[in-house]
């Protein structure tokens, strides 16, 4: 009998270790870079519970790329699990690559503010704004939540508002081909970079206001928006990468 118990305890014991040992495999974010070269870190999250945007992989192609140019790691995860103190130690910013609807249990939500409030960045991209519609701490954060978009993809013109360290690469107008978001702006903090000209293509519902891109400081840390990246193709024009480029730069306090 005896040995009994102790059989079914041990097995106890083995399975116990097997599960925490899967878990924290879940918890652990993939370094797509990882070089001692490099000077600091970012995260970039993917998870999504609605849509999910074809482009993410490109996405995340393009990121790495930034990152071995300008000598960041990039980590990578599709779980919101990865949000935790202990993975957050060493990263400068968040980057919220086409997330979509809530994503974060409140114990992550409380980490995210705490890590941007210690001084460290967040970037959003595309549908990052239609994400946590609950949660209004992130709303302001991101500066904007996603209302509405004409139905497929069109080419609009660009309006360079800021002509600064993210945009004067880019002409006064600039036309590309995306999926454009409507939005209800929940910040009148944000530094705008470019808007739509909703005169050039079919379905604008901001009028005259009409910021797709901006950055601005929030609770003690940076954020940048952009709501170009829904299409694959995006991620390989010149201009949005350079554009991309110095939102993270900005978000990791790189000046």
């Not at 840390?221 to 939102?247: A, C, D, P, W």
Request: charged share 25%; hydrophobic share 35%; proline share 2%.
């Amino acid at each position: 009998m005896r040995l009994f118990l102790y059989v079914r305890f041990m097995r106890l014991i083995i399975l116990l270790i097997l599960i925490n040992s899967n878990s924290s495999i879940n918890y652990i974010p993939n370094c797509l870079n990882c070089s001692n070269d490099n000077e600091f870190s970012v995260l970039v999250l993917t998870e999504t519970a609605d849509y999910v945007h074809e482009s993410i992989d490109t996405g995340i192609e393009l990121i790495k790329k930034i990152g071995d140019r300008n000598k960041f790691n990039v980590y990578h995860s599709d779980d919101s699990s990865v949000i935790n103190y202990n993975n957050l130690e060493n990263i400068k910013t968040l980057i919220f690559l086409n997330t979509t609807a809530d994503i974060l249990s409140d114990e992550e939500q409380l980490v995210m503010e705490k890590f941007i409030r210690s001084g460290k960045g967040y970037v959003g991209i595309h549908s990052a704004s239609d994400t946590e519609y609950g949660w209004k701490w992130y709303g302001e954060l991101v500066g904007g939540y996603f209302k509405s978009h004409p139905d497929g993809t069109t080419t609009a013109k660009v309006l360079k508002i800021e002509n600064g360290r993210f945009s004067k690469h880019l002409e006064p107008v600039w036309e590309i081909e995306d999926e454009w978001y409507n939005y209800n702006y929940t910040n009148d903090s944000i530094n705008v970079i470019l808007e739509l000209d909703e005169e050039s293509y079919y379905g604008g519902e901001n009028g005259d206001y009409h910021p797709i891109t901006w950055y601005h400081n929030y609770d003690g840390g940076r954020s940048f928006y952009t709501g170009l990246g829904h299409l694959k193709e995006v991620y390989s024009n010149k201009m949005f990468i350079k554009l991309l480029e110095q939102g993270i730069l900005y978000a990791s306090f790189v000046d």
